[in-house]
């Protein structure tokens, strides 16, 4: 039981142009919520993350929106930059020290 | 601050055989997770030390154990090798509270690629 779905393997956009990466989660119990990026031959890099008692959390050009009725969660890339192109990966916790991962998002930002 | 480091980058072995991977955490991080990441399953969760104690399991078979010293550095361990161990192993550390968003953001090493053929 995958408990935390990425259902788009991958995602093309223009630079300048919003990213929009999706993410679905099952477990209710989930408190924290957390976006990392990953390029090829490195270790995911923290990114941007969201307690369960918000529904929104900014910084700079990226933006994590959660959905609790939904059990859904988004990363909003405003504008896209060629090196934004990287693997992004929506993580989920109960515990501190465990999260629970998606797939991955292939994200592609064409000049 | 330096960044998580593990060795060994590489590793090829043969089934069978049992294979240790290390990781320095970050100075002042006392939490470590290891995390198993592979073409079709993303990334799976191992386990973590918390001062030298396990705190969280995942659901893999005991083959896979681990361990942390005083110094928070960790080492993991995997016996009785399968093919089906071939992956990527990523480890990370956090400062290990339990409470506040800085408990949750991990910093990950750039893994040990693990061949087992």
């Known amino acids: 039981d995958q408990q935390v779905k990425q259902n788009s393997p991958s995602l093309s956009v223009q630079e300048g142009r919003i990213s929009i990466l999706n993410c679905d989660y099952t477990?209710?119990?989930?408190?924290?919520f957390l976006w990392y990026k990953k390029y090829p031959a490195e270790g995911p890099t923290f990114l941007i993350s969201?307690?369960?008692?918000?529904d929104k959390n900014e910084d700079g050009r990226f933006t994590v929106f959660l959905n609790k009725s939904a059990k859904h969660l988004s990363l909003h890339i405003v504008p896209s930059q060629p090196g934004d192109s990287a693997v992004y990966f929506c993580?989920?916790?109960?515990?501190?020290?465990?999260?629970?991962f998606g797939d991955g998002t292939t994200l592609t930002v064409k000049p | 601050k330096a960044g998580v480091t593990q060795t060994p980058r590489y590793l090829i072995k043969t089934r069978g055989q049992q294979v240790t991977l290390s990781c320095s955490p970050i100075?002042?991080?006392?939490?470590v997770s290891w995390y198993q990441q592979t073409p079709g399953q993303g990334l799976q969760f191992l386990f973590e030390?918390?001062?030298?104690?396990?705190?969280n399991k995942g659901n893999f078979p005991g083959r896979f154990s681990g361990r942390q010293f005083s110094n928070s550095r960790s080492e993991m361990n995997v016996s009785t090798l399968e093919l089906g161990d071939s992956a990527l192993y990523l480890c990370?550390?956090?400062?290990?509270?339990?409470?506040?968003?800085?408990?949750?953001?991990?910093?990950f090493g750039p893994g040990t690629r693990l061949t087992v053929t």
């Open positions: 990370a550390s956090s400062w290990g509270g339990t409470s506040g968003g800085l408990s949750y953001e991990q910093y």
């Open positions: 477990n209710s119990m989930f408190d924290y």
């Open positions: 969201i307690s369960s008692i918000k």
């Open positions: 993580a989920a916790s109960t515990n501190a020290g465990k999260s629970t």
């Open positions: 100075s002042g991080h006392r939490s």
């Open positions: 030390y918390f001062s030298e104690t396990q705190r």
